[in-house]
């Protein structure tokens, strides 16, 4: 059961400066959660006791999950009712014990991609789900090398934007990765840039990756326009950005970490650099950044916090591990850490509303 932590967070420290100047983002401060909040982190989602679920995304009302599902009458992507636990089922697994998913949901399309070995994610099928029509369609897959094994490529959801969908693929030796976009409404798929690149992700109307420019270089984002269909520059606030592919934003926000995964950096406007806003302790790492609106969710080494970006507090949500997904609401689903080792573990989801965690530290220039 996930548990909400205000004293000290043994996995994060204040950065610097927590005075921000006009126009700048404040530190984050340990916080404590509201009465409501902490009753739901207290209750879990029924149906994730009962069996295996992954959630992919959550929709802007709060009362629908997107998982990945493993019970006894099905196994596969569905639409999970966070309150009576119903299923919909959107698309079966073909083998329930190898087959896994792991997607994002842009308020309309659902879109995901398949594996089909618990032991490499590199051979998958790429799958968009319309809401409005309930169509299911298949978008791509990974690529063959010589061999006929498929060609390694960077492991990470779709990203997903209003009708867009974008993922990284190999498809050559040394590291050659492909990036692919998706018209979610006509199902055009175009390959948009090929070279040493990891996994995209969107930015308002840009579509957003790291790319190396010369062997053993560290990556810097380069940019595309969806309207236009070229590249473009990156906004100011990911200039500084070197050397990760952990970054979140929505087109207004943008959080993303330093390459040693030591410190997490955050601007309220894509005009204006970022600014460190908190540093982990000696021999703790982030594993998950993610942005939601008026928060932002990470994972380290040791549990899962849950930030306001409002108010600037920031509280751990997990005994341990575990992560969380941000929606398009303020919705955020929390999963609890296995409590044993499976293929399918269960992990309990907390659905959390509006995170307004307030500072319970100073917030004068230190």
Request: hydrophobic letters at 45%.
């Amino acid at each position: 059961m996930a548990v909400a932590v205000s004293a000290v967070l043994s996995g994060c420290t204040v950065a610097g400066t927590a005075h921000a100047r006009p126009g700048q983002a404040a530190a984050l401060c340990v916080g404590r959660l509201t009465a409501n909040e902490a009753a739901a982190l207290s209750r879990a989602v029924p149906a994730s006791l009962r069996h295996a679920m992954v959630p992919l995304g959550v929709a802007a009302d709060g009362q629908v999950a997107y998982v990945s599902a493993w019970t006894p009458g099905f196994s596969g992507v569905a639409a999970l009712r966070l309150r009576s636990g119903a299923l919909r089922p959107i698309r079966r697994f073909g083998d329930p014990a190898t087959d896994q998913a792991d997607g994002a949901w842009s308020g309309r399309w659902l879109v995901w991609e398949q594996t089909y070995s618990l032991r490499s994610l590199d051979a998958f099928t790429v799958f968009g789900w319309d809401s409005v029509t309930g169509a299911v369609r298949r978008l791509g897959h990974s690529l063959a090398a010589p061999s006929g094994t498929a060609w390694p490529s960077p492991w990470h959801a779709p990203a997903v934007s209003g009708h867009y969908a974008a993922w990284a693929q190999g498809y050559g030796p040394g590291g050659l990765v492909e990036l692919r976009l998706a018209d979610l409404r006509t199902g055009l798929v175009t390959v948009v840039r090929k070279g040493h690149l990891q996994a995209p992700f969107f930015d308002g109307g840009l579509l957003v990756w790291p790319e190396s420019d010369r062997p053993g270089a560290l990556t810097t984002p380069h940019a595309y326009s969806v309207a236009e269909g070229r590249p473009v520059p990156v906004p100011v606030v990911l200039r500084a950005v070197r050397g990760t592919d952990f970054v979140a934003a929505d087109g207004t926000r943008t959080a993303y970490l330093n390459p040693a995964l030591t410190a997490m950096y955050y601007s309220p406007r894509p005009g204006s650099a970022a600014r460190l806003v908190l540093r982990l302790p000696p021999g703790t790492e982030f594993v998950d950044l993610a942005i939601g609106p008026g928060v932002i969710a990470w994972t380290t080494t040791e549990a899962t916090f849950l930030a306001s970006t409002v108010a600037g507090g920031y509280v751990q949500v997990t005994p341990e591990y575990g992560y969380a997904v941000t929606g398009h609401g303020g919705v955020v689903l929390v999963a609890d850490a296995p409590e044993r080792k499976a293929p399918h573990p269960i992990l309990a989801l907390h659905a959390v509303d509006t995170v307004t965690v307030r500072p319970a530290c100073s917030r004068r220039r230190r």
